[in-house]
């Protein structure tokens, strides 16, 4: 790693991302199998999430909700953990660290048309984001940090089947978020940072156009301090527009919210999004950042 001058000392004095305890997060979501909303794998990972903030943070609050598509009836919840003051700073900005924990129902771009009804592992693909934030879950247990942060586990995600652009308020993606966004009340923040499909093996971490166009400081802020740890992980190119959570958050919240994803993943919604696919450097590139970014500023 190219360190800048004076950044390994200031690193020293901060909490330490374990990537390797990351990893296990991720393995273990995996383990229970898809998390499909209905599924038993979707069960076990909900308890198993809400058992871990709880060992972290006494303030885990949960937002159960109900989504109806023809006969199908899916019961959703919303895990949020709270940490910092009671009361929001005036002093620091205070931040919601959102990823969504469902999986995919269906394996729609894999190669095999016999698995496109097959609901998907998600190694990278939602359990990335979510290992990462426990993990940051823990570290704010040993230091609380001085500002507000709301950890936020979305459900209902990915059960969207056709993205219309221009229909997003009535497509079925997002669906946490949006509940979330809707009952905002005082989980209102500053900023927002969503977290998904970081663990890939070739991450690539582009400046996404809604995170440019809604939250720039944010994203200079993000990027700088990637910078400064020698993460090149983080490229400086823009991307394209991304429909993620953090629309919601965006667009409904009116919560200044970012997106870090790589989206230029092969094992996109398929089968073969399974652990093997992914990187404790990764997960550690991203929790670095986040690291300096909560207790740095």
Partial sequence: MNWAVGSCQVYSRLPQFNESKAFQHLEQQVRFGPRDPGSR??????????????????????????????????????????????????????YILAAHWDTRPWADQDPNPDNHMKPIPGANDGASGVAVLLEMARLFAQRQPDRRVIVVFFDGEDLGKTYIPGEEMNNNWLLGSKYFARHIGSYKTDYGIVLDMIGDQNLNIYKEKFSLDRAPDLVNKIWGIAEKLGYKEFRKEPGTFILDDHWSLNFLAGIPSIDLIDLDYPYWHTLNDTPDKCSPRSLKAVGDVLVHLIYGE
């Fill in 41 to 94: 794998g979707h069960e076990l990972t909900r308890n198993y999430l809400i058992t871990q903030l709880k060992s972290y943070t006494p303030r885990v609050e949960l937002q159960n909700f109900s989504f109806k598509e023809g006969e199908i009836h899916y019961t959703l919840t919303n895990i949020i953990g709270i940490f910092g003051p009671d009361k929001p700073s005036t002093q620091k900005s205070s």
